[in-house]
């Protein structure tokens, strides 16, 4: 499959992913459809780009807890997600948990 269908495949999925994290999460708000489109963009980049990085930095903590760091790693990308799209916000802790269960 060519690199470009990938890409428009994964944010097609990022779109459906923070679509349903805000229908079922009273914490999510996406305010309009450019919102959810631009914030599944940034969380695509963001989730390629600085993921990673985090991830080979953080194995330590990964191995101790067993893999539940990785929970924190993926609420730290969708709260980067969140403060980079202003029409995008996840109020609380548990609500940014629920909606990186959704999205993972």
């Given at each position: 499959m060519p690199l470009l269908?990938?890409?428009?495949?994964?944010?097609?999925?990022n779109i459906a992913a923070l679509a349903a994290a805000d229908w079922l999460l009273d914490g999510v708000v996406i305010d309009g459809w450019w919102a959810l489109v631009l914030a599944a963009l940034v969380l695509g980049?963001?989730?390629?780009?600085i993921?990673?990085?985090?991830?080979?930095?953080?194995?330590?903590?990964?191995?101790?807890?067993?893999?539940?760091f990785l929970l924190l790693i993926n609420i730290a990308m969708l709260a980067l997600t969140s403060w980079i799209v202003s029409d995008f916000d996840i109020s609380g802790f548990w609500t940014?948990?629920?909606?990186?269960i959704v999205v993972w």
């Open positions: 269908a990938r890409i428009v495949i994964a944010w097609v999925l980049v963001v989730n390629t780009l993921k990673p990085i985090l991830t080979i930095l953080s194995i330590p903590f990964i191995v101790v807890t067993l893999g539940l940014y948990v629920g909606a990186v």
